[in-house]
């Protein structure tokens, strides 16, 4: 911790280290959290919730510091920075069409598509929207390296005390935050944005946060029933990426479906993971 603190404190004494604020926070939010996951043998339930939220509240945190401290918007740095690269990259258009001969009906659309994206991307609106989701992004990226790095060091780094210490497959979070799903999208659906503007982001940015633990929980089910089948664990990963592959619509229905599935854990508890089924099964 002493060593961690004052590292994830760079970005606000040296600007120039302003865009890898996650890198300076990475360390403090889950290498102590793993150590304590480790050493007390807790679950990755109680690993990748802890966390995800530390590292959220201290990027936000330290993002908003920036911002309104040093005028240092990350978020509108990486817009400038792709709209740079759009609009240089309108210029080898025409050359691509002529090296892959493009009907000349294609090449106006094609242009005016791209222009339309440059446009949406500029408004001020997204932008807008970007630095209010700022709390769900670093959840969601929290949530991603939590797994990863979880993974690293239960094969790799600590095998002794990772065999005491339950992996995905027997991923159950706390069953309060059942609540927080409830409210979140029920704030966010009920309450008038243009009334309640804050408290509605608030409320979008937890439903969305509590739905990615859910999802995570959802694929600990599905791994669970897997290895019990002898179906190898490999194929999870390789359903998450053909989802990708198939695009938003179908992604974004597969990730409703998780939701769902593992908020429905609660009551069904398919594994038997609960404290009256685990006494049971030890009597």
């Known amino acids: 911790m002493a060593l961690f603190l004052p590292l994830a404190a ?14 300076f926070l990475i360390p403090a939010a889950f290498g102590t959290t793993g150590g304590l996951c480790f050493k007390q043998g807790k679950d990755f339930g109680f690993y990748i919730t802890l966390a995800s939220i530390i590292f959220t509240v201290l990027f936000t945190a330290e993002y908003h510091a920036l911002r309104i401290l040093q005028g240092t918007d990350i978020i509108e740095k990486g817009r400038n920075e792709i709209v740079l690269m759009m609009e240089q990259g309108t210029g080898d258009m025409d050359r691509v069409f002529e ?18 994206s440059i446009a949406i991307i500029k408004d001020s609106k997204w932008l807008q929207f ?9 959840f969601m990226f929290g949530t991603i390296i939590c797994g990863l790095s979880f ?3 239960k094969k790799w780094v600590m095998k002794d005390a990772a065999s005491q210490v339950k992996g995905l497959e027997f991923l159950r979070i706390n069953d309060y935050l059942i609540f927080a799903l409830i ?5 966010f659906i009920l309450l008038d944005s243009n009334t309640f503007p804050a408290i509605s982001i608030a409320a979008l940015n937890i439903a969305l946060a509590v739905s990615t633990l859910y999802v995570a929980q959802a694929l600990g089910i599905i791994k669970y029933f897997m290895i019990r089948r002898g179906i190898p664990a490999i194929i999870l990963p390789l359903l998450i990426l053909t989802l990708i592959i198939l695009g938003a619509p179908v992604f974004i229905f597969m990730t409703i479906l998780l939701t769902g599935l593992g908020a429905l854990d609660l009551w069904a508890d398919f594994r038997k993971l609960g404290p009256d089924k685990e006494r049971n099964n030890k009597e």
């Open 183 to 187: 409210a979140g999208w029920g704030g």
């Open 151 to 153: 993974l690293i060091m």
């Open 130 to 138: 970007a630095r209010d989701m700022v709390p769900f992004s670093a």
């Open 99 to 116: 090296e892959y001969k493009t009907p000349a009906e294609n090449r106006e659309k094609l242009k005016a598509d791209f222009s339309r």
């Open 10 to 23: 760079t970005p606000l004494i040296a600007p120039g280290y302003a865009g890898l604020i996650s890198i």
